[in-house]
């Protein structure tokens, strides 16, 4: 349900004239937070909550995710540094 509302939330409607304020990035969201907090039973900061984290690509806070086994972004990155300068290794290498 959070991807779908994020989903949502990121869908723009460029040619629609509404008489509503826009973002403060300037967008105009073809759905409205409160309409997708009626749709969804949701309050309406928590789906500004789980935009924020999928912009910053909180991945593990965006899916309430609190296992010691996420990986961090930090190491996602590390691995990905190693992977991309040694293709040939194989996963249990790197």
Same mark, same amino acid.
């Given at each position: &349900? %959070?991807?779908?509302?994020?989903?949502?939330?990121?869908?723009?409607? $460029?040619?629609? $004239?509404?008489?509503? %304020?826009?973002?403060?990035?300037?967008?105009?969201?073809?759905?409205?937070?409160?309409? &997708?907090?009626? #749709?969804?039973?949701?309050?309406?900061?928590?789906?500004?909550?789980?935009?924020?984290? #999928?912009?910053?690509?909180? #991945?593990?806070?965006?899916?309430?995710?609190? $296992?010691?086994?996420?990986?961090? $972004?930090?190491?996602?990155? %590390?691995?990905?540094?190693?992977?991309?300068?040694?293709?040939? #290794?194989?996963?249990? %290498?790197?």
């Amino acid at each position: &349900m %959070r991807l779908l509302i994020v989903f949502l939330n990121l869908l723009d409607a $460029s040619t629609a $004239s509404r008489g509503s %304020r826009r973002t403060r990035e300037g967008r105009t969201p073809l759905v409205r937070h409160c309409q &997708m907090a009626e #749709w969804f039973d949701e309050p309406q900061p928590h789906s500004s909550l789980w935009l924020r984290r #999928w912009l910053a690509g909180d #991945w593990a806070s965006l899916l309430s995710l609190q $296992s010691s086994e996420v990986l961090t $972004s930090g190491l996602v990155e %590390r691995i990905v540094t190693v992977f991309a300068a040694f293709p040939t #290794w194989c996963h249990e %290498r790197v």
